[in-house]
């Protein structure tokens, strides 16, 4: 029945959209755009796929036009099949709200142009974390509609075997649900707390007035603080005695698409692995250095959580995870810590200024680059050099100029294969979470504006985030909750076990999966690696979400909010 109301939904809306006031003009999906909009002083761009055509008009609701111009033809994207023209109206700035239109028959979704433009995306985007939370005492709702059943207690979770504990059981409430299941992870959690801090590292008065209308608000804290605090607190539950840090919370396998007050499984702490240590060493010791004055006594402790951490890893410098046999929950499998050791390192000099770790910085440091797919595992390194680079001050002049280079030549890669790809992005690979790759060249953009104020990787960054936002092969706007063209049905058990209609609004799906590894429950409608997306709850693959995912979108808009407003 929900699918049903929210399909008729859709229909209803493109059947509105056809009968607006555009004359003859349709809606059409040929027409790829950013269907939020565009600030007054982004570039604005959009696609027309598979469409003979050599100009383009903008209108407003009354069809007046109010630009025109030429399409470029850039040929067949191999990865889409389709032959792509590019139209671009960045010189128009009027505020207002408008659509493209191709041979006066063909139209865009709508879109707008404004100040503020992303800020209800953004709030969007950070309320997830809030309906991830595991242990939500109170149901609350999200503008009046979105009622979410409570979350699990977490307070006697067994200890796998794998522990190497057998007796007992450990207090763990509290921490964000990973992904469209009930498992909690470690290396993940450190990651996507990683990348939203570094945003209230370089604006930490930014959001003050968001209004997120989480539990903790009016405490006097900027929400998004609270957030990722919430988060932090159920990290430090995983560390053991000896300081080595249990690498998951989960049921024994996946449970269905049901609510979490009707789950019945046992939840058990499993593992324990150099990733999961290091990767908590490094984002206590940056929310140490970055919670000091909200919090000296909560951020002291961080601190020594993270210090015993480190030094159990560096006795136990590669004891990889694997999933023991009687368990079938997400691996995030790593056999590669030296970026890992990097990272920790990074923060934990830049929190206490120690030899030691300065040391050891140098001694795993990486090569400055971005490798796609497993941020989990991939992105780990640029959290440490982001880090460093918002400190540069702060260290030695030789090792900051060859971050800051380092930084440059990388995003200057990233935009060179923006300038020659027809949808103006830098992919071509599409593997599992692609949105969270693309994403993550956005976030690497904003970095490289922050750090050198050209303009030019601001535009990169706002390239990319029309792709996010409909500006792509499948003509989804791929946060939920927003656009024209919605993702309905992600693989996200709240979502699909409620009675509302909509899915929880706020996060990013995956994307596009040339993989398929769902492909023996889901049936895709194309062979083309860009369009390997299905928005169906069964596709794990392609239409799941993630926590890390969600992260460098909430950098990228809060970046972009700040920045352009």
């Given at each position: 029945m929900k699918k049903l109301i929210a399909l008729s939904a859709i229909v209803l809306m493109f059947i509105a959209s056809c009968d607006s006031k555009k004359g003859s003009a349709k809606i059409s999906d040929q027409i790829r755009i950013n269907q939020i909009g565009f600030y007054p002083s982004s570039a604005k761009q959009f696609t027309l796929v598979d469409t003979k055509a050599s100009s383009f008009k903008v209108v407003d609701g009354y069809k007046n036009k109010v630009y025109s111009g030429e399409l470029i033809d850039l040929g067949t994207w191999e990865a889409s099949g389709e032959k792509v023209m590019l139209g671009d109206f960045s010189s128009f700035t009027a505020p207002g709200a408008y659509y493209v239109v191709i041979n006066d028959t063909i139209a865009s979704y709508p879109f707008k142009i404004k100040k503020e433009l992303y800020l209800p995306a953004l709030k969007a985007a950070i309320k997830s974390y809030y309906f991830q939370r595991a242990s939500m005492a109170i149901e609350e709702e999200y503008g009046g509609e979105y009622a979410r059943a409570a979350g699990h207690p977490d307070d006697e979770c067994l200890f796998h075997p794998s522990t190497g504990k057998s007796k007992g059981t450990l207090n763990s409430k509290g921490g964000w649900y990973d992904a469209g299941d009930y498992g909690k992870y470690i290396v993940n959690a450190s990651l996507s707390v990683g990348q939203m801090l570094l945003i209230l590292e370089q604006y930490p008065k930014m959001m003050t007035n968001i209004g997120l209308n989480i539990p903790e608000t009016g405490n006097g804290i900027i929400d998004l603080w609270d957030e990722l605090r919430y988060e932090l607190d159920w990290i430090q539950t995983m560390q053991d005695d000896d300081g080595g840090v249990?690498?998951?919370?989960?049921?024994?396998?996946?449970?269905?698409?049901?609510?979490?007050?009707?789950?019945?499984?046992?939840?058990?702490?499993?593992?324990?692995?150099?990733?999961?240590?290091?990767?908590?060493?490094?984002?206590?010791?940056?929310?140490?250095?970055?919670?000091?004055?909200i919090d000296p006594e909560w951020s002291e402790k961080a601190l020594d959580a993270?210090?015993?951490?480190?030094?159990?890893?560096?006795?136990?410098?590669?004891?990889?995870?694997?999933?023991?046999?009687?368990?079938?929950?997400?691996?995030?499998?790593?056999?590669?810590?030296?970026?890992?050791?990097?990272?920790?390192?990074?923060?934990?000099?830049?929190?206490?200024?120690?030899?030691?770790?300065?040391?050891?910085?140098?001694?795993?440091?990486?090569?400055?680059?971005?490798?796609?797919?497993?941020?989990?595992?991939?992105?780990?390194?640029?959290?440490?050099?982001?880090?460093?680079?918002?400190?540069?001050?702060?260290?030695?002049?030789?090792?900051?100029?060859?971050?800051?280079?380092?930084?440059?030549?990388?995003?200057?890669?990233?935009?060179?294969?923006?300038?020659?790809?027809?949808?103006?992005?830098?992919?071509d690979d599409f593997e599992w979470g692609s949105n969270s790759d693309i994403l993550n060249q956005a976030y690497i953009l904003c970095v490289a504006h922050r750090l050198t104020g050209d303009e030019k990787y601001l535009l990169g960054a706002e390239q990319i985030s029309d792709y996010i936002f409909g500006k792509n092969a499948t003509g989804y706007c791929f946060l939920t909750g927003f656009g024209s063209k919605k993702v309905m049905f992600p693989h996200h058990r709240p979502s699909g076990a409620d009675s509302i209609p909509d899915p929880v609004p706020g996060f990013i799906a995956g994307g596009p999966n040339n993989d398929r590894q769902d492909a023996h429950e889901v049936t895709y409608q194309s062979e083309f690696p860009a369009k390997a997306y299905m928005d169906v709850e069964a596709s794990f693959a392609s239409n799941e979400v993630c926590i890390n995912w969600n992260a460098p979108a909430v950098y990228v808009l809060a970046y972009l909010q700040q920045v352009r407003n």
């Open positions: 249990y690498f998951k919370l989960t049921a024994k396998g996946f449970s269905g698409f049901i609510m979490p007050g009707d789950y019945d499984l046992d939840r058990y702490i499993i593992g324990k692995s150099t990733a999961s240590t290091l990767d908590f060493a490094a984002v206590l010791a940056q929310a140490s250095r970055l919670y000091k004055e993270s210090e015993k951490a480190w030094a159990w890893a560096e006795k136990n410098d590669n004891i990889a995870f694997k999933n023991p046999e009687d368990v079938s929950t997400g691996e995030y499998g790593d056999n590669e810590f030296s970026d890992d050791f990097f990272w920790a390192a990074s923060e934990l000099y830049l929190a206490t200024k120690k030899d030691t770790y300065s040391n050891a910085m140098k001694k795993y440091e990486q090569e400055y680059k971005h490798q796609l797919a497993d941020s989990w595992k991939n992105f780990v390194r640029n959290v440490g050099f982001h880090s460093l680079l918002e400190n540069k001050d702060e260290l030695d002049a030789e090792f900051a100029n060859s971050l800051i280079q380092g930084h440059k030549a990388l995003a200057n890669e990233i935009l060179q294969k923006i300038d020659r790809h027809p949808y103006r992005i830098a992919l």
